[in-house]
């Protein structure tokens, strides 16, 4: 049997008028469904397809993450996405005097780099993450759905981006997305004061460019709760704040995170229509 779970979720979403906020419903995918899965997204299936589950009424639904340079997955049709190309021109900052060499500091990058895939790493915590999942700045100038942009950087092609800016003023407050544990709330070169929230079930949030924490690591917070404030630390280019989101060792879109309750209310309820 074939389930239109995608024609539902259209549906949902229309009604809801929470559209706006989705670039494409595939965002979340639920298997059976027609169509392609969006790179960075989220499919959602009954079949035991990865170590990510949630149990909602004696049912068992598994999360794959998909990452953003897939071409296969399974028996899933992979969209083909045209990501957006970023032009980013940084002004070198005049160097003081520094005590790193560049040496120093590249291996500094590469350690701490190092450091946070080891966090992503640990065995899936209990879920701890209740309803959708937050845009963690309330009073926000701009939010781009950049996750996936290339990015040129004073000419030359640089990494690909991996989360979402939200543009904001400087000491803007910034909350949890959602309920978790703090395992990151400490200084790194590139991101600047970061903070990374495990909500278990393998989803992580990524908070980057901070000015202030308010949290520590080992902390439970809950979702809506004050983190800390927008700022420019860090490789910046002015005020936002980085939001990033992993399942697993897995970039995907934030955007997949706003919606997912939602997205496995309508996978319940059109498993238990038949
Ligand atoms: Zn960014």
């Known amino acids: ?11 949902v979403f229309a009604c809801l008028g929470l559209f706006y906020f989705t670039a494409s419903a595939q965002t979340i995918y639920m298997d059976a469904t027609e169509g392609c899965v969006e790179p960075g997204g989220i499919v959602i299936t ?11 009424e004696d ?6 993450p998909v990452p953003i340079t ?20 940084i002004k070198r900052r005049k160097r003081k005097a520094s005590k790193f060499s560049d040496e120093d500091l590249q291996n500094k990058i590469k350690r701490q780099k190092e450091f946070l895939k080891s966090v992503y790493l640990e065995e899936p915590k209990p879920r701890m993450w209740e309803g959708n999942f937050i845009i963690p700045v309330k009073n926000y100038k701009s939010l781009k759905e950049n996750f996936g942009a290339r990015r040129i950087i004073n000419g030359v092609p640089g990494a690909i981006h991996r989360g979402i800016d939200i543009s904001a003023h400087k000491g803007e407050k910034v909350y949890a997305s959602n309920s978790g544990i703090v395992v990151v709330a400490r200084k790194f070169i590139l991101e600047g004061n970061l903070i ?4 278990g079930t393998g989803i992580y949030t990524i908070y980057a460019h901070l000015k202030d924490m308010v949290v520590g ?19 910046s280019t002015g005020p936002h704040l980085h939001f990033g989101a992993k399942m697993g060792q897995i970039d995907i879109n934030p955007f997949a ?5 939602d997205a496995l209310s309508v996978a319940l309820s059109s498993v238990n229509s038949y």
Do not use: W
Not at 59 to 64: A, G
Not at 196 to 199: F, L, M, P, S
Not at 257 to 261: D, G, H, P, S
């Open 46 to 56: 009954e079949k035991i397809r990865s170590d990510f589950s949630v149990s909602i």
């Open 59 to 64: 049912r068992s639904f598994y999360f794959i």
């Open 1 to 11: 049997m074939i389930l239109r779970f995608l024609t539902t979720y259209f549906a």
């Open 217 to 235: 690591e080992g902390d439970f917070v809950k979702k809506g709760q004050l983190i800390g404030y927008v700022g420019n630390t860090g490789r």
């Open 196 to 199: 990374v929230i495990n909500h």
């Open 70 to 89: 897939a071409t296969s997955l399974y028996d899933y049709d992979i969209c083909e996405k045209e990501f957006p190309v970023e032009k980013i021109n």
């Open 257 to 261: 995170l706003f919606e997912i309750q």
